[in-house]
């Protein structure tokens, strides 16, 4: 889809190579097709989506299902990488990429907290999301809030 500038964003140039490479791990299957149609930020009381998780990371879902509520990490695989300044508004009020919570930025990692409904299988059925259909997943993980540490305290260095 052709990207379309507003008026004052600025693109800087790309580096060369990318530093790191990430493991699409499923996809997300939302009920939006075109990114007008997709919420900016998910809701709770949204329409469910499904998270596929790929047959092979099955074993990585034990225990998940005592969570109410995940963050999911996924690729915004449409987006522009280079914009360093946005108008999200069209009204010439420039922002950063890095004060906004924009699809347009260097790595397009998208994060909603999800409400977890059920586990079918390798699938979770969610509430909570705004991204496009297919759009690939990269990380799923309990919510800080709920979550306690599995593993024994670190030592703290005093003074
Ligand atoms: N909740 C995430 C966050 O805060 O990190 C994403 C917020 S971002 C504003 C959500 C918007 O990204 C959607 O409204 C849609 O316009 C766009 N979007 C959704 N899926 C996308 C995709 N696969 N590639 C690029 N843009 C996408």
């Known amino acids: 889809m052709e990207f379309r500038f507003r008026e004052g964003e600025e693109v800087t140039e790309l580096p060369e190579a990318t530093d790191a490479g990430v493991y699409f791990i499923g996809r997300i299957r939302t009920p939006w097709t075109d990114r007008k149609d997709c919420p900016?930020?998910?809701?709770?009381?949204?329409?469910?989506?499904?998270i596929e998780l790929d047959?092979?990371?099955?074993?990585?879902?034990?225990?998940?299902?005592v969570y109410e509520r995940l963050d999911v990490?996924?690729?915004l695989d449409k987006s522009r990488r280079d914009l360093v300044t946005q108008n999200p508004k069209s009204d010439g009020k420039l922002f950063g990429t890095f004060a906004l919570r924009s699809p347009q930025r260097p790595n397009p990692i998208g994060l909603s907290r999800v409400r977890l409904e059920r586990v079918e299988g390798t699938t979770l059925v969610v509430r909570g999301l705004d991204?496009?259909?297919?759009?690939p997943l990269i990380d799923i993980k309990p919510n800080r809030c709920e979550f306690t540490p599995k593993a024994p305290p670190k030592e703290t260095v005093q003074g």
């Open 131 to 135: 991204c496009l259909d297919g759009t």
């Open 55 to 65: 047959a092979r990371w099955a074993p990585a879902l034990r225990g998940i299902d």
């Open 40 to 50: 900016r930020q998910g809701r709770e009381d949204g329409p469910e989506c499904r």
């Open 73 to 75: 990490l996924y690729w």
